[in-house]
């Protein structure tokens, strides 16, 4: 089992950054591909980007292209999702998720292991 935990959300104006920090226990996940998710009131979890366990390849969803950049350390077991140049419509509860490349359709899911969530609200 891998348990993640997030942490960085927080309330910040349009235009600012937060840095989202992710951290896996239960077992090592250097080999699995690791990805942030989204969901804001009243719509659906969107895919927002993901990791291979190398990091040599990132992904993104379209609307965060350039702005966010996802990254990990596999010493630390922590995966990260640095969000600059914020918009109201970035708000929402951001989650991670994990597995292994194997058990995934594509990096968009589906993901096995995911964490709780932490809230991100950007003020106009």
């Known amino acids: 089992q891998v348990q993640l935990v997030e942490s960085g959300g927080g309330l910040v104006q349009a235009g600012g950054s937060l840095r989202l920090s992710c951290a896996a226990s239960?077992?090592?996940?250097?080999?699995?591909?690791m990805s942030w998710f989204r969901q804001a009131p009243g719509k659906e979890r969107e895919f927002v980007a993901a990791i291979i366990w190398s990091g040599t390849s990132t992904y993104y969803e379209d609307s965060v292209k350039g702005r966010f950049t996802i990254s990990r350390d596999n010493a630390k077991n922590t995966v990260y999702l640095q969000m600059n140049s914020m918009k109201p419509e970035d708000t929402a509860v951001y989650y991670c998720a994990a597995d292994l490349p194997g058990r995934l359709r594509d990096l968009r899911g589906p993901y096995a292991y995911w964490g709780q969530g932490t809230q991100v609200t950007v003020s106009s």
């Open positions: 239960g077992r090592p996940v250097s080999s699995y591909a």
